[in-house]
């Protein structure tokens, strides 16, 4: 079965780069997504990388593809407060029909 | 205009009752979820639908039904509710399951039993 693991937190000061990491288990997964959720609020899509690829970049989030060791990871560059949230990692599988997420990364930006 | 909307937001209830959330998408899409966030964060799929047909069931007590009337809807039915069933209930749509699509959440149900 599919297994998705996150660090559960992580804690910068404003203007620093986070990284947040993310490690599964199914091989067959064809895309890979990272989601926001703010508080009280729904999940919002942050960006998604296909499995053959190694790096995206979208403006100032970076995500990084390992697939050799099964490893995800996403750089939000000069965090900022309004970045605070928990952050998800989801993995897409076409066989499955379905997203299986993370345990989720509660990000925390300090001034 | 709302992409996913559901509703309650919010439904507390006593344990034993049976309750419903609903859940609509005026994205057109194809494909319906529902998740369960649990106190600790964790977001596990419950149902998928796609045209109206159930195509993934992940082990949900059979005290949850899921309804789809069309497409757009897919409403949740829980009965005899108990103390663990509080929990965030999300809805999503995608466009459909097999491709890459952007999967949309609504806001949530809080649901809390007590």
């Known amino acids: 079965g599919e297994d998705v693991e996150q660090s559960l937190f992580l804690s910068v000061r404003e203007g620093d780069s986070s990284v947040i990491n993310c490690t599964y288990t199914?091989?067959?997964?064809?895309?890979l997504y990272w989601y926001k959720q703010e508080p009280g609020a729904g999940l919002q899509l942050l960006t998604y990388?296909?499995?053959?690829?190694d790096m995206k970049q979208d403006q100032r989030l970076t995500v990084l593809l390992n697939k050799k060791d099964k490893h995800l990871s996403l750089r939000i560059a000069d965090t900022q407060t309004g970045d605070s949230a928990i952050y998800f990692c989801?993995?897409?599988?076409?066989?499955?029909?379905?997203?299986?997420f993370g345990t989720g990364t509660q990000l925390k930006v300090e001034l | 205009d709302t992409a996913v909307s559901q509703t309650p937001k919010y439904l507390v209830t006593q344990m034993g009752n049976d309750k419903s959330i609903k859940c609509e998408q005026n994205?057109?899409?194809?494909?319906m979820y529902w998740y369960k966030q649990d106190s600790k964060k964790f977001l596990k799929i419950m149902f998928s639908?796609?045209?109206?047909?159930?195509?993934i069931n992940e082990t949900v007590p059979n005290r949850f039904s899921p309804k789809s009337p069309d497409k757009a809807h897919l409403n949740l039915h829980i009965n005899s509710l108990e103390l663990g069933d509080s929990a965030v209930y999300f809805c999503?749509?995608?466009?459909?399951?097999?491709?890459?699509?952007?999967?949309?959440f609504g806001q949530g149900t809080r649901l809390t039993v007590v």
């Open positions: 999503a749509s995608s466009q459909a399951p097999t491709v890459n699509t952007e999967a949309f």
């Open positions: 639908y796609n045209n109206k047909e159930l195509i």
């Open positions: 994205l057109g899409h194809d494909t």
């Open positions: 990388i296909f499995s053959n690829m």
């Open positions: 199914d091989s067959s997964s064809t895309y």
């Open positions: 989801a993995d897409f599988t076409g066989g499955g029909n379905k997203l299986t």
